[in-house]
Nanobody
Framework: QVQLVESGGGLVQPGGSLRLSCAAS????????MGWYRQAPGKQRELVAV???????NYGDSVKGRFTISRDNAKKTVNLQMNSLKPEDTAVYYC???????????WGQGTQVTVSS
């Protein structure tokens, strides 16, 4: 069974920074597109950032310029550096692995990020 395990969540003050990590058990990690999504209570899950197998990145409008996604294929990890955090960034953050040609879409258990003073 594929496992994606997020870590690094916690409580941070507005304007602060946090770094999330996701470790994946995927046998061929490098072929997957990896992403971070988040969901706040009462809201739909939304895209935060994605990094493709080729290294291209895309960000949600609300985090563009503040968050940076990266991957390390050797370590089978994907990271999300979050800077200038705002209270509206508060949510559960989920790691995702996707490979359309394999019919694969995997999710981690989520990690809580709370931005509050």
């Amino acid at each position: 069974q594929v496992q994606l395990v997020e870590s690094g969540g916690g409580l941070v003050q507005p304007g602060g920074s946090l770094r999330l990590s996701c470790a994946a058990s995927l046998s061929i990690f490098r072929i997957y597109d990896m992403g971070w999504y988040r969901q706040a209570p009462g809201k739909q899950r939304e895209l935060v950032a994605v990094i493709t197998s080729g290294g291209s990145t895309n960000y949600g409008d609300s985090v563009k310029g503040r968050f940076t996604i990266s991957r390390d294929n050797a370590k089978k990890t994907v990271n999300l550096q979050m800077n200038s955090l705002k209270p509206e960034d508060t949510a559960v953050y989920y790691c995702n692995a996707h490979k359309t040609t394999r019919g694969a879409d995997y999710w981690g258990q989520g990690t809580q990020v709370t931005v509050s003073s």
